[in-house]
């Protein structure tokens, strides 16, 4: 009896003692901050929020945001699909590798992926001037943005989309070839209506990592005030200009589009990942 | 003939799946490819369906070369082991789907569906999703959808393997008054020998990777190619080192020309059939005899008596 009430002890310590250290690590790292944001935000009332949001420069800021994380969201979807029924339905050689190498923008710091983007790409580079003799500038410019986002959003919508259509195996994709559907036609009408809520998941997951990328960007964009900034950049900028006002709203902006992905990825989220 | 196969060979790796198989299926029939699992059956009927390229040989479907025709192009209707229903659409949507496939005008598409449907008595679920429904009406749901966009052969995979004892007697009856309906060229797989001599008009048996023996039921039955073929379509025991079927044991009270001694271990009543295991110089075997000759011979444990073969030697049995 008295080891059993000393064992139900213990572990309720253990469970306290757990709960504790958790709490205190988000509450110093995660919540204080955040709070702390948000406060400094609204300290002087809407006004001044919506006034720093509606700056030209802000404008301009979310609207290269927004234009980079489309084209990286629409090139990470269709190749993350493309990518996830490789993997999944075909057998080939280097099909480890590809799995390996889907996965290594979450190893790799951002900022290495933006350096090696402009070794290949820069301007004094032989790709980059042949592409800039055509008329394509890609570092300090939109395209090389756009492949910088799209770099660290890569396996978002692959790792999401792969397991589901490995749980509903290619039973149903056979059914509809007898039945005498083309392959377009099995994946328009069967593979992509089964693997929806995964699509949709990924998607909304690349899209929050798309706006929030800072690294690789920042390297790739050169930080051009008014051309190639981008929300997070400004937040930066602001910042060190000492227009903490406009940080901070910013920085809110991106803070609530990134708790409303979070929401709405959790509501698309496909059954078969939920734990 | 509907489909010929000639000289298929296929191998996954190192694993030879299909050895030199050469099948002939006459158009109208219903025909089982019969065997142990791992036998090959499935791929073969997966090479007919185009689902699987044959690694070399011929496959001929309603007198026309689908060696390398893609399976949407080859007029199959395919049956899936694990329904392998669309789950996101209806089951009405389900059974359209061909027809979508095809364009068909949509008031034609309605009518087939409605036909198909009642043929597989689904009307009533027509628009219910594949999730709501009982396996084997699942089943016959994938069977109306495979039949809508009226397919040269149709081509079954373990149609019943999914489904308990009871759901899967009745369709097997239910298969074959459809077949008796709608005469289509049918192939269905399967690795039970009864549902084979129930369902089918001929019956190809396949071992490793090879086929053992075609026929009707009753000839593969009574003259068994090989040892192989006579163990798996029916009970066998074994006198004088021979296979012999248990109820071809003839067993009397009395010597009489040929009969050999032997001894009852055991008498097992199992209704109308009564088993008999005996035993002769040490070695095991069993006899099937009617409960009316049971009684006649006064069957006890213990008792001796004289065991010979009611019917000829069979050839092949004596070959191996």
Redesign the interface.
């Known amino acids: 009896m008295a080891s059993q009430t000393a064992a139900t002890v213990r572990r309720v310590g253990v469970r306290i003692g757990l709960r504790t250290v958790v709490l205190v690590y988000l509450t110093l790292l995660l919540v204080c901050p955040l709070a702390l944001v948000l406060y400094k935000t609204f300290e002087n009332g809407i006004g001044p929020v919506i006034d720093s949001l509606t700056t030209p420069s802000t404008q301009h800021a979310i609207q290269i945001t927004l234009v980079v994380a489309f084209w990286a969201v629409v090139a990470n979807t269709i190749f993350g699909v493309t990518a996830a029924l490789l993997l999944v339905r075909h057998t080939f050689h280097g099909k480890r590798t590809l799995n390996a190498l889907i996965d290594l923008p979450l190893a790799v710091s951002p900022v290495v992926v933006g350096l090696s983007l402009v070794l290949v790409y820069g301007r004094l580079t032989g790709v980059g001037k042949a592409l800039a003799g055509i008329g394509i500038n890609v570092i300090f410019s939109i395209p090389g943005m756009v492949m910088a986002t799209i770099f660290v959003s890569i396996p978002l919508v692959v790792r999401a989309v792969a397991p589901v259509l490995e749980e ?1 195996g290619d ?2 994709e ?9 392959p377009v ?1 099995t994946f328009r ?2 593979t992509l ?2 693997i929806r809520g995964a699509l949709a998941y990924g998607v909304v997951l690349a899209l929050a990592r798309s706006l929030g990328e800072y690294g690789a960007v920042a390297v790739v964009s050169g930080r051009l005030v008014g051309r190639t900034q981008t929300l997070t950049l400004l937040v930066q900028e602001r910042y060190q200009n000492f227009d903490q006002q406009t940080a901070y709203a910013c920085a809110v902006l991106l803070v609530l589009t990134a708790v409303i992905a979070l929401l709405v990825s959790r509501l698309l989220r496909p059954k078969e990942l939920k734990s | 003939m509907s489909i010929i196969v000639r000289d298929v060979n296929k191998s996954f790796g190192d694993f030879a799946a299909l050895t030199d198989v050469s099948v002939e299926i006459p158009s109208g029939s219903l025909t089982a490819l019969l065997g142990p699992s791992g036998g090959g059956k499935s791929t073969l009927l997966r090479v007919i369906a185009g689902l699987e390229k044959a690694d070399s040989g011929l496959v001929e479907i309603e007198g026309k070369d689908a060696t390398t025709l893609p399976a949407q192009d080859r007029g199959v209707g395919f049956v899936f082991q694990h329904y392998a229903a669309f789950k996101h659409l209806s089951v009405a949507r389900n059974v359209a789907f061909g027809l979508e496939i095809r364009k068909r005008p949509k008031a034609e598409i309605k009518k087939k569906v409605d036909e198909l449907l009642e043929l597989v008595h689904l009307e009533q679920f027509a628009h219910r999703y594949p999730a709501q429904l009982s396996g084997g009406q699942r089943q016959r749901m994938a069977l109306a959808r495979a039949l809508a966009v009226e397919p040269q052969v149709l081509l079954l995979d373990e149609p019943f393997g999914a489904l308990d004892a009871q759901v899967r007697k009745e369709l097997r009856a239910w298969l074959r008054r459809l077949h008796d309906q709608v005469h289509v060229t049918t192939v269905f797989v399967t690795h039970d020998q009864e549902e084979a001599m129930e369902v089918a008009d001929s019956i190809v048996v396949m071992a490793d990777g090879k086929v053992e023996q075609i026929g009707s039921p009753d000839q593969l039955y009574e003259a068994p190619a090989n040892d192989f073929v006579m163990s798996f379509l029916g009970p066998v025991t074994t006198l004088d080192g021979e296979l012999v079927r248990p109820h071809d044991l003839e067993l009397s009270t009395e010597p009489r020309p040929g009969t050999v001694t032997a001894k009852v271990t055991r008498v097992t009543r199992l209704g109308f059939e009564v088993r008999v295991d005996l035993e002769i110089d040490g070695e095991e075997l069993w006899a099937q005899v009617t409960r009316g000759s049971s009684e006649q011979l006064g069957l006890v444990d213990g008792q001796t008596l004289f065991v010979r073969r009611s019917a000829p030697v069979r050839a092949a049995a004596a070959v191996s």
């Open positions: 509903i039973d149903q056979q059914a509809a070839a007898t039945l005498g559907a083309g036609q009408r069967i209506p089964s």
